[in-house]
Structures are given as C-alpha cells and as structure tokens.
C-alpha cells in the first residue's frame, strides 16, 4: 500500500472480508492471472452477479455477500463500515450455460457451443468455455450431434428436468443433514389440520430445495420443475386470511 | 464491494493475486453490531482489545458505554478467511499501462497485441492483508446466539456444495 505508516492493515484503502477455498492457497506461482473476480449474468434474474474463476483448477464459483443492518468490522488495528461478508462457494457451470442455451434455443437449431455462449453485456462469458469438463457436463441439458469433428448443441427441456430433479433430490439430502429448519409451512398446516405434518414433511424439503435451486434458474424453468416435481402449485400462504383457510378446511372434510 | 469496485468489476477483471493468499498473516476480526461508518485507521488494541473480559456468559466488551457480549465464530472447513485489498490503479504492478503509449500507431498496437493482451490492460489487483479461521461476533447486551444470521450465512458453503455438486449419471 502507498502509505505504508498504517501497521500494514492497508486501512485507507476500503476493505473487502472474504472466505474462500483453503486449495486456493496452492495456486500456482507462475500465472498471474489464475483468480479472477468477473461480472457474469445472473442465471435467474438476468441482471449482473459476481463470480470467481480459478483457472488453475478451471472452476467456477459464486460470490454471495452477506449483509445484515448495523454491522461493522475491527480489523486489526481499524474499522471497516458494513459489516459485509463475501463468500466464494462452487458454482455448477451448467446453471449459467443454461441461460445461454434457453437463449439460443428460440432459433431451435443445433449450434457450436461458442456461438452460444455469446453476450455483448458481459463479455467476460467467454470464460465459460475455458472450463473443465465441459463437454462431459453438457449432455445433461442438451441434445448434441457430431458433424466432422465438431460438436453441436441444443437445449433439451426433457433432459434439463431430469438433471433438475436430480440436484433437487441432491439438496434435500443435504438439508436433511445441515438439520436446516424448512418446517415453516408443516407448523402453519399443523395448526389448522393436525393429521397432515408426517406426510407434509418429505414435501416441504423438495419445496425447499426447489427454491433454492429456483435462484440459478429462470422463473418459467422453475416453474415446470415445480410440475415435474408434482409440487401443489400454490402451496398455502403462512398468514392465509381466516376465510380461506375455512374454505380450505371444509373442501378437507368433505 | 462497494460501488466504485462494482464499476471497476463490470468491464473489467479483478485479478487475486495468489502469493498474498500464501503470506497474509493472521489477523484479529470483530464482528460489531452497530454501524460505524467510516472506515479508516483505528487504535483497537488501546481502547477495545484491554476491556475484552471473561464473563460468565461469554466475552464481555464495552464499546460507546454500551456493553456487548460475544462468542467466538470459526470459519466453516475447508474455508479460510482474508482481507483483501484493491490495488490502486495505477499502482505499479507489472502490467501494462491502461493508456496507449504516445508515439505508437492505434493500428500498430492491434497488430501488436492479441486481443486478450488488450482486454488485461483494463484490468485490476487484489491482494490479501490478513488472513484468519475465526473472529468475533458481538452482539448488544445479550450473544448473537444461535440464531445470529451470520450463523445460518456459515451454513451456507455446506448447502452450496451440494446444490452445485455434479449429478450421477443414469
């Protein structure tokens, strides 16, 4: 740092707190350019998200900040405003070329992946192909043929729900073993029909899984996995007005 | 990231530069639950670190007559903690200058340069100050307890992990 009078905590400069992968450390000595933060598109939105590329590894990752009101940091010897947290966790490379390949898919033809994978907003998608593996992944969402060496693609619907259920199926597991709290909706139907918790317990993981799966997706995909996961479609809102939830009940009793 | 590293982000690349990963010494965090908004150089260990005390029910601290309670948070496995810093622009960093050097052709650049070499002139560097596997949260007069949100936000790299995992094939 320029000033160089602050104890080295580089506290003039705006401080960013991170966690991220301890392999990270290993990164190779030659290369300068191994880690590198980019904006990329937001699968879900559309809008601009940060991610992190390891090029030694060819791996994606996600940047997700947490931010709570009235938080700040001491940082050795200063103070950091915000309070924020960065985190850097794995992302499936899949979630995002699948944005593309829902792009591409309007012209409904076979296309090489990098034509594809084109984005004049963020440029920086170009990486994407850089990945490892790849090719191995893409089968899961697409169809693909082989003409002369070269490979081409497109999406598939049919094969994009499958491999969604299966990282539904994935997420359930997990939250089942992070003890992760989804019973929100099992405690509201409680209340209102006591008979129901045991059963609605196995749905309400898969809701849960749903829409955390839901933030990588777009809304019309998320949608269609909700029906191929046989999800009701509206599951009943927490504070349904009385009403309702009495008509509800009188369709139950019938 | 705040705005301005928002912006430097959006065209650009922020490169991590992997040898401060390997050398950043291990720092002291605290979590507070207030906003103090500047940032800028502190004398923690003068006011702060000698009133940290010992009480029954977890660290006992006092910031602006106000008194907090803490307890310690470790980083999840497999996960380190950093500070990191963005260069200067500007700084002297072994790259090439944003601006064309005056004398030489536009058309000669091109030819020069791959278009990858060019995209790198706009880039930027961070590096890590600090490194650390815990720090400690505070919270007003009572712990942050379990229920404390930076708690669930640690679970999350767990969870992540395996809605990004690679599905088996059939």
């Not at chain 1, 094969?159 to 994935?170: A, D, H, I, R, S």
């Not at chain 2, 601290?61 to 990191?84: D, I, K, N, Q």
Request: proline share 7%; with cysteine; aromatic share 8%.
């Amino acid at each position: 740092m320029a000033g160089g009078g602050d104890g080295g905590d580089g506290a003039r400069a705006r401080q960013h707190v991170f966690l991220l992968p301890e392999y990270f450390k290993d990164a190779s000595k030659k290369a300068k350019s191994g880690l590198m933060i980019v904006k990329l598109v937001n699968p879900c939105t559309g809008e601009g998200a940060m991610y992190l590329f390891n090029m030694y590894l060819q791996q994606l990752f996600e940047i997700k900040v947490f931010k709570e009101k009235h938080h700040s940091w001491f940082i050795n010897q200063s103070v950091q405003s915000g309070g924020l947290l960065h985190f850097a966790t794995p992302m499936d490379p899949l979630f995002l070329l699948l944005h593309y390949f829902i792009k591409a898919d309007k012209e409904g033809k076979f296309q090489p992946l990098d034509q594809v994978v084109v984005d004049d907003t963020f440029p920086n998608c170009i990486l994407l192909l850089k990945l490892r593996e790849l090719e191995k992944l893409l089968p899961h969402v697409t169809e693909e043929k082989e003409i002369g060496n070269k490979k081409y693609y497109k999406y598939s619907k049919e094969k994009t729900l499958k491999w969604l259920g299966k990282k539904v199926n994935q997420t359930v597991a997990a939250l089942k073993n992070n003890n992760v709290n989804v019973s929100a909706h099992v405690q509201s139907t409680a209340f209102f029909s006591s008979c129901q918790t045991s059963n609605d317990k196995e749905e309400d993981y898969i809701r849960y899984a749903h829409g955390l799966i839901s933030d990588y997706i777009p809304k019309e995909l998320s949608d269609d996995l909700s029906k191929y996961l046989k999800l009701p479609e509206t599951p009943p809102p927490l504070s349904a007005p009385p009403s309702k939830v009495a008509a509800q009940r009188r369709k139950r009793d019938k | 990231m705040d705005s301005s590293d928002e912006r430097a982000v959006e065209k650009q690349r922020v490169h991590i530069r992997p040898d401060t990963l390997r050398d950043a010494a291990p720092g002291t965090l605290h979590l507070l639950p207030c906003e103090i908004p500047a940032s800028r150089p502190a004398p923690v260990d003068c006011f702060f670190t000698p009133a940290l005390r010992q009480g029954a029910h977890g660290l006992e601290a006092s910031f602006r007559g106000r008194s907090l309670r803490g307890e310690e948070v470790t980083v999840p496995p497999g996960l380190v903690g950093y500070v990191m810093v963005m260069e200067e622009e500007g700084e002297v960093s072994g790259r090439t200058p944003y601006f064309p050097r005056a004398g030489r052709e536009p058309e000669q650049r091109e030819l020069a340069e791959a278009p990858e070499a060019l995209e790198r002139d706009f880039d930027r560097f961070m590096g890590a100050t600090a490194s650390f596997s815990g720090f400690t949260l505070w919270g007003l007069e009572t712990l942050p307890g379990p229920d404390a949100k930076v708690r669930g936000a640690l679970t999350w790299p767990s969870l992540a992990a395996a809605i990004h995992a690679q599905v088996p094939e059939d």
